[in-house]
């Protein structure tokens, strides 16, 4: 495993958001599921999609706290613009499980 300075660490922004709109993506090759995420008055609304249907419906996610990566260029996923990475782990059978706060946090939190 290559090590990272702190510095290193700190370029990487991670900000919480509430996901306040969901579709499902059907035109993705991978099922996926398209998010709108609102960041807080300093970064605003930003969307992105998920590969994340194993374990989550675009009804279970809207009102959800989740963890991001903002500060990535956008990307264009098939017919989509990409905004933000989402993050998250795999199960131990490869479903991605979201990360979020265990408590309520303003939006746009910055990780630290």
């Known amino acids: 495993m290559a090590e990272i300075s702190f510095d290193d660490f700190l370029k990487v922004d991670i900000r919480a958001g509430t996901v306040v709109r969901a579709e499902p993506f059907p035109e993705a090759r991978k099922p996926a599921i398209k998010l709108w995420i609102d960041f807080?008055?300093?970064?605003?609304?930003?969307?992105?999609?998920?590969?994340?249907?194993a374990h989550y419906t675009p009804e279970t996610l809207v009102g959800r706290q989740v963890?991001?990566?903002?500060?990535?260029?956008p990307r264009q996923i098939g017919p989509f613009m990409s905004e933000v990475l989402t993050l998250g782990c795999s199960d131990e059978d490869g479903g991605v499980v979201l990360l979020s706060p265990d408590q309520t946090v303003p939006n746009g939190s910055r990780m630290h």
């Open 40 to 53: 807080g008055p300093e970064i605003g609304e930003k969307k992105t999609s998920a590969q994340i249907t």
């Open 67 to 73: 963890m991001a990566v903002v500060n990535f260029p």
